[in-house]
């Protein structure tokens, strides 16, 4: 990837650029469409930002339904027309005693990566609130379908569904706009949350912050557009939109947010 690339991005971001630029390749060389794995908001933002910089290449993402968070993107040649079967998404149904058990984002995604996958293999864990459901890669879906029988104690079953299945999640995000001093991860945290900055930084030193679903330790972490940071017990933040800054240089944000 051409070094004036690299320089939009951060630095732990150039194995995915250089992932994206063989995809690019690939098609080309090819003429045939490629299909992602799973990517999370700032992936994909990087791809489209590459794809429209770099090619004449048709590019579409989809998570299974309308507002997913996590996307597959199909990359393909002008001649190819997507449909949605082309995205290969599998959509399961967790079964489990409701009226004597309570499952959680968090307990469902810790056993799905204890099949020994990789998060990129899982698309959203959606609720409504009782009922939930998981969308993944067809490619690994009957394998994670007869490994999981237990969520923690609570013994489960994946029963496939079809998308007019689809629970409606329940989506507390709201828009919120911020002034910050600057885009560092202590600083939105306690920003957002009203917290201490000193609380922010234990937060994230104690392992209970997560950024882009990845354990982060690093409190002097600088944000960009479109990442996810969530926070144990707080909830998360999505950076929507930087919007210039005051006449005191500092930031405006947009951001959403879902408290717990």
């Keep these: 990837m051409n070094a004036n690339v690299y320089q939009h991005f951060r630095e732990d971001e150039r194995p995915f650029i250089d992932t994206v630029e063989e995809w690019l390749e690939k098609v080309e060389m090819q003429y045939a469409p490629v299909l992602t794995d799973f990517l999370d908001p700032r992936q994909a933002y990087i791809l489209e930002t590459l794809i429209r910089q770099n090619s004449d290449l ?10 997913s968070e996590r996307t597959r993107c199909l990359i393909y040649p002008d001649y190819y027309t997507p449909t949605q079967e082309d995205f290969e998404i599998a959509l ?55 490994q999981v029988e237990k969520i923690g104690k609570i013994s489960v079953r994946l029963e496939q569904a079809n998308y007019t299945e689809l629970i409606v999640p329940k989506d507390d995000w709201t828009l919120e706009q911020a002034i910050v001093s600057s885009l560092r991860v202590d600083v939105v945290i306690s920003n957002v949350f009203n917290i201490s900055r000193q609380r922010s930084k234990q937060l994230i030193e104690s392992n209970k ?52």
């Design 209 to 260: 912050v997560k950024l882009n679903w990845m354990e982060m330790q690093r409190a002097d972490f600088v944000l960009d557009l479109l990442d996810i940071v969530s926070i144990r017990g707080f909830g998360r933040l999505q950076i929507r939109a930087i919007e210039g800054t005051t006449k005191k240089e500092k930031i405006r944000l947009s951001l959403g947010v879902l408290r717990k």
């Design 92 to 146: 399961f149904t967790i079964q489990y005693p409701k009226k004597f058990a309570q499952l959680s984002h968090s307990k469902i995604l810790g056993t799905l990566l204890s099949t020994g996958l990789k998060r990129q293999s899982f698309g959203d864990i959606i609720s409504d609130g009782e009922n939930w459901q998981v969308l993944m890669s067809k490619e690994i879906s009957h394998y994670v379908q007869t």
């Design 58 to 67: 048709g590019f579409r993402f989809y998570g299974g339904y309308e507002l």
